[in-house]
């Protein structure tokens, strides 16, 4: 298992000799390592066992620094910048000659955030590279809230967690660029995008399938559970799971079942908080997912707010066919 502390030195030792941290964020732990160093890159794709045709998000201390590895921030993304980092926010930028191939997938654009996480945004003033972090899981699988659910999967394959506490968001940045003068968001995360229309006006949203593979958030299937996965109406899912005598466990928004033992249900927030559901969500689908039960049974949650990234996430988790 990977050693897991508050040692912003030890961290930055590990990370110049081109070796992996997991790092804390505001949205979920990152696998990190020098973006500028094609070794290091590479070995993030090898422990997470991700295809090389999905790029990496780079992690810099400020927007002053981000200007260093691109070369426009068109003016909407700018003031989307000023606004929101440090925070979850990922911008498509075009990238300067400096950030290797490796780190875009040989695209012309770079993914640039400015984590909002004390103990990150300290080691990154104290490098002087940026940081190229996928979140820390095994591609495909949920990403990890907390040093342990980091440590449960790949404390075998890095040496060092850095560690942040629980991720205060608990969903991915919100993905964003330009196409023309458009704006446009690729994946639904812990931004709201009410928030960045407020700003900047009406943006498109990008649907993305994995028959697009170059396109972010990827993917159809991601974000999932080992165990099947359902999505429904809950009282009908579990009446027919009861009927046909399968173990199962429920997530829902805010119900209690009385049928059902608490061990075998989570409500995301009791108070319908979609905020509160979403800093839940990814620890309550392991929660589940580790229980000795045959199938999970999900609702969807309100389509507005935080909730339409909750369910991108829950559609994605849900079992195909
Ligand atoms: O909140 C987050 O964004 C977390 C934390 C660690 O920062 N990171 C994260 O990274 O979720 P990852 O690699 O799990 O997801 C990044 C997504 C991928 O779907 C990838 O396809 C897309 O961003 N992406 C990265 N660079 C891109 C690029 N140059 N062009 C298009 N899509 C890109
Ligand atoms: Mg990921």
């Not at 300067?96 to 300290?122: F, N």
């Not at 006006?201 to 991601?222: D, F, I």
Request: proline share 7%; glycine share 8%.
């Amino acid at each position: 298992m990977a050693e897991i502390g508050q040692d912003i030195s030890q961290a930055k030792r590990v990370l110049d000799a081109a070796k992996l941290v997991a790092i804390p964020t505001e949205t979920v732990y990152g696998l990190a390592g020098n973006a500028l160093n094609p070794v290091a890159v590479a070995s993030i794709f090898e422990t997470k066992n991700r295809p090389s045709f999905d790029p990496l998000i780079i992690h810099v201390p400020s927007l002053k620094e981000a200007e260093n590895y691109v070369t426009d921030i068109p003016a909407p993304l700018r003031k989307l910048a000023g606004q929101f980092w440090p925070g979850p926010l990922t911008l498509l930028l075009p990238r300067k000659e400096t950030i290797p191939d490796i780190v875009t997938s040989g695209l012309d654009r770079v993914a640039v955030r400015v984590p909002d996480h004390q103990l990150t945004l300290e080691l990154l003033s104290k490098i002087d590279y940026p940081l190229a972090a996928p979140s820390a899981n095994p591609f495909g699988y949920i990403s990890p809230t907390s040093p342990q659910h980091v440590d449960a999967q790949l404390g075998g394959k890095i040496s060092y967690i850095l560690d942040g506490g629980i991720c205060k968001v608990g969903l991915e940045s919100t993905i964003v660029g330009m196409e023309g003068d458009e704006i446009v968001v690729y994946r639904l995360g812990g931004l709201d995008i009410s928030d960045i229309e407020a700003l900047v006006g009406k943006v498109r949203v990008k649907s993305h399938s994995s028959s697009n593979p170059q396109a972010p958030g990827l993917l159809e299937s991601h974000y999932a559970p080992t165990k099947p996965f359902l999505i429904g109406d809950l009282a009908t899912l579990i009446l027919d799971h009861t009927k046909e005598g399968t173990d199962f466990a429920v997530l829902s928004l805010d119900k209690k079942f009385d049928s059902i033992p608490s061990g075998y249900q989570i409500a995301l927030s009791p108070g319908s908080d979609l905020k509160e559901a979403a800093t839940n969500l990814f620890a309550a689908m392991r929660t589940l997912d580790e229980s000795n039960v045959q199938v999970i049974l999900a609702e969807m949650m309100p389509e507005k707010g935080l909730g339409k990234a909750i369910n991108d996430r829950l559609k994605r988790a849900a079992t195909k066919g």
